[in-house]
């Protein structure tokens, strides 16, 4: 399940950290540009394509106890943790805002590897792979550019390992 804490974004964009501290209950389009620019997965995009991904994006919340993603199912959706606390069940994680998971979901839909079960009140942005998809076929230089992150994560990785 590789959640993710959020870290700076490229260039001048503010650190997820930062932009976590707003409310979230009505967001607006500039609001989810600017999350999805500090975002690993989508900093090397383009202000134009992250307004394109942004209006794919809503908010979902979960009550305490619900789970948001189950182990083994099909991965449909990206998440990242808006308010609340959510539980990786079997390892000893804890998601807070600012945190993400689901981004490997996005681009093959393979099963989820982990259940995550809120622990609060919990308010996700999610966004769905299959509209997520529409927006690579309509604009293949998104596809590109994350591309190009994924192989940089895996050359990090391998440097990691190998060192």
Known sequence: MGATRGTAGADERPSLQMLMRRSWDRPTDRDWNEVLGALPLFAGLSRRQLRGIAKLAKIVDYAPAEVIVQAG?????????LDGRARVLGRSRLLRPGD???????????P???????????RVMKLPRRAFLKALKADPQIGLAIMETLAERVRRLERAVSA
């Open 73 to 81: 199912e099909r991965g449909d959706s990206f998440y990242l943790m």
């Open 100 to 110: 993400f998971f689901g981004e490997m979901a996005l681009i093959d839909g393979g």
């Open 112 to 122: 989820r590897s982990a259940t995550i079960t809120a622990t609060s009140p919990v």
